[in-house]
């Protein structure tokens, strides 16, 4: 155990390694910082929610840089389309910060935090959701024909309007075949950068749908993309939530130990899978968080504590965890699998069936 | 040097660096340094602690994420790149 006197709570190392180690291999599979998992984690833990946030955001740091290195080794980074959304992003944050001190001492701000989180989750969670769910009933439909694939949406109908913009400057993104105004990616980069702000997200959730749909990036590039931008996002984070006493640094760095090999993990994994799986494990892994988030949130606008629903929160939190990394694991095994000729169940074949 | 060796040295350099980060941050911790250093913030050292934390974390991040790539490497795991363009656009090729 390790106490934290500058706020009265003691913590297990162990555990902050584990839950490192877990929310790492799903930030290294799906791009996401982690902080969306790591923020009510620790809130249920029983720190304070802004450092809560903070720490969340100081761990993201490094969290992200060791997947980026990996994700770079992949070829699943665009630098380009990454380094122009920064600058919107950095503004956002900015913003974000200053919303989370304005409401830190009302006495509100946990559950402001939470509201905040789960209507993000929600608004992302469902529309990813039925995309998901189209997009495998078109591959199972065409892999039981033995047809050739449908190929991928490259964007959605707003997605397609947002590039047909031609607000100059227009820029054009090589990696990612690419040619769209510079102005759509500085406004998702600054929506972005106010959640990483207020929430202590590092954005990834936001960031990604937004690549995939909005933009129209292939999924494990927006991964890679994703994860290197928020290096930046979250760093400014990071400064301006110490500024504020906000990061705990040494629960942040138990935390990097055990999400440097998880997060190496979660992105070699995606060499074997689909780019269909890794949204179909954002989504359940939204969808855990909501229900986490709500139940805490529950609890925190009762007027005493109840113990089941705090049980219930953590046993949610926790549990999904590691149901995300099974499924994870479950995903590679079959993948391993379908490659050497195995039998493996015919709704899988869907999610891991790729070139060589 | 062989590609071998060079990535053992590089393993052997950077998990040394990693265990003096590691008794480092445990040892500021047992002397109570990291207390000392939240109450700075506010002052005139608040940058300090600032540079600390963002030091840190971004240290750790890079001697971890290439120890773990050095690891990779020495252990002969081939790590392919993507292709993006074709990967969903391809029937079933098993």
């Given at each position: 155990?390790?106490?934290?006197?500058?706020?009265g709570?003691?913590?297990?190392?162990?555990?902050?390694?584990f839950?490192?180690?877990?929310?790492?291999?799903?930030?290294?599979?799906?791009?996401?910082?982690?902080?969306?998992?790591?923020?009510?984690?620790?809130?249920?833990?029983?720190?304070?929610?802004?450092?809560?946030?903070?720490?969340?955001?100081?761990?993201?740091?490094?969290?992200?840089?060791?997947?980026?290195?990996?994700?770079?080794?992949?070829?699943?980074?665009?630098?380009?389309?990454?380094?122009?959304?920064?600058?919107?992003?950095?503004?956002?944050?900015?913003?974000?910060?200053?919303?989370?001190?304005?409401?830190?001492?009302?006495?509100?701000?946990?559950?402001?935090?939470?509201?905040?989180?789960?209507?993000?989750?929600?608004?992302?969670?469902?529309?990813?959701?039925r995309?998901?769910?189209?997009?495998?009933?078109?591959?199972?439909?065409?892999?039981?024909?033995?047809?050739?694939?449908?190929?991928?949406?490259?964007?959605?109908?707003?997605?397609?309007?947002?590039?047909?913009?031609?607000?100059?400057?227009?820029?054009?993104?090589?990696?990612?075949?690419?040619?769209?105004?510079?102005?759509p990616?500085?406004?998702?980069?600054?929506?972005?950068?106010?959640?990483?702000?207020?929430?202590?997200?590092?954005?990834?959730?936001?960031?990604?749908?937004?690549?995939?749909?909005?933009?129209?990036?292939?999924?494990?590039?927006?991964?890679?993309?994703?994860?290197?931008?928020?290096?930046?996002s979250?760093?400014?984070?990071?400064?301006?939530?110490?500024?504020?006493?906000?990061?705990?640094?040494?629960?942040?760095?138990?935390?990097?130990?055990?999400?440097?090999?998880?997060?190496?993990?979660?992105?070699?994994?995606?060499?074997?899978?689909r780019?269909?799986?890794?949204?179909?494990?954002?989504?359940?892994?939204?969808?855990?968080?909501?229900?986490?988030?709500?139940?805490?949130?529950?609890d925190?606008?009762?007027?005493?504590?109840?113990?089941?629903?705090?049980?219930?929160?953590?046993?949610?939190?926790?549990?999904?965890?590691?149901?995300?990394?099974?499924?994870?694991?479950?995903?590679?095994?079959?993948?391993i699998?379908?490659?050497?000729?195995?039998?493996?169940?015919?709704?899988?074949?869907?999610?891991?069936?790729?070139?060589? | 040097?062989?590609?071998?060796?060079?990535?053992?040295?590089?393993?052997?350099?950077?998990?040394?660096?990693s265990?003096?980060?590691?008794?480092?941050?445990?040892?500021?911790?047992?002397?109570?340094m990291?207390?000392?250093?939240?109450?700075?913030?506010?002052?005139?050292?608040?940058?300090?602690?600032?540079?600390?934390?963002?030091?840190?974390?971004?240290?750790?991040?890079?001697?971890?994420?290439?120890?773990?790539?050095?690891?990779?490497?020495?252990?002969?795991?081939?790590?392919?790149?993507?292709?993006?363009?074709?990967?969903e656009?391809?029937?079933?090729?098993?």
């Amino acid at each position: 155990m390790i106490t934290l006197p500058m706020i009265g709570v003691e913590v297990s190392i162990l555990l902050m390694v584990f839950i490192g180690f877990a929310v790492g291999i799903l930030s290294g599979f799906i791009g996401v910082g982690g902080g969306y998992l790591m923020t009510p984690a620790l809130i249920i833990l029983g720190l304070p929610a802004n450092i809560a946030v903070g720490t969340s955001m100081a761990w993201i740091v490094g969290n992200s840089i060791v997947g980026t290195i990996r994700h770079r080794q992949l070829g699943n980074i665009d630098i380009k389309l990454g380094l122009v959304m920064i600058a919107g992003t950095i503004c956002g944050v900015e913003v974000g910060v200053r919303l989370l001190n304005l409401i830190k001492n009302t006495g509100f701000a946990d559950a402001i935090i939470l509201s905040v989180l789960i209507i993000m989750l929600i608004a992302i969670g469902i529309p990813t959701f039925r995309e998901v769910r189209e997009r495998k009933a078109h591959l199972d439909k065409a892999l039981k024909n033995k047809a050739r694939l449908p190929p991928a949406k490259r964007s959605s109908s707003i997605g397609r309007r947002l590039q047909g913009l031609n607000i100059p400057p227009v820029i054009r993104f090589a990696k990612s075949r690419l040619t769209i105004s510079l102005w759509p990616i500085l406004a998702i980069g600054f929506v972005t950068g106010i959640l990483a702000g207020f929430v202590g997200v590092g954005g990834g959730f936001i960031i990604l749908p937004s690549l995939i749909y909005l933009i129209g990036l292939p999924s494990f590039l927006a991964v890679g993309t994703g994860l290197f931008q928020i290096i930046f996002s979250a760093s400014f984070g990071c400064i301006r939530h110490t500024m504020s006493g906000n990061v705990i640094i040494s629960i942040a760095f138990l935390m990097l130990l055990g999400s440097s090999v998880g997060t190496q993990l979660g992105a070699l994994i995606t060499q074997y899978v689909r780019g269909i799986s890794m949204r179909y494990v954002l989504v359940i892994s939204i969808l855990l968080c909501v229900i986490g988030s709500i139940l805490k949130l529950i609890d925190l606008l009762l007027p005493a504590p109840t113990p089941w629903l705090q049980e219930g929160a953590l046993a949610i939190t926790f549990g999904g965890m590691g149901l995300v990394v099974i499924m994870i694991a479950g995903l590679f095994i079959m993948a391993i699998r379908y490659r050497q000729g195995l039998p493996v169940p015919a709704w899988v074949v869907s999610l891991v069936a790729k070139d060589d | 040097m062989g590609k071998r060796k060079n990535d053992a040295i590089w393993v052997a350099v950077l998990t040394i660096i990693s265990c003096f980060i590691i008794w480092h941050v445990f040892h500021w911790y047992y002397i109570g340094m990291y207390l000392k250093m939240f109450d700075w913030i506010g002052t005139d050292s608040t940058y300090i602690v600032v540079l600390y934390n963002l030091g840190l974390m971004l240290g750790v991040g890079f001697v971890l994420g290439f120890l773990m790539k050095k690891i990779t490497d020495l252990v002969g795991y081939k790590v392919r790149e993507t292709k993006h363009f074709e990967q969903e656009e391809v029937g079933n090729n098993k």
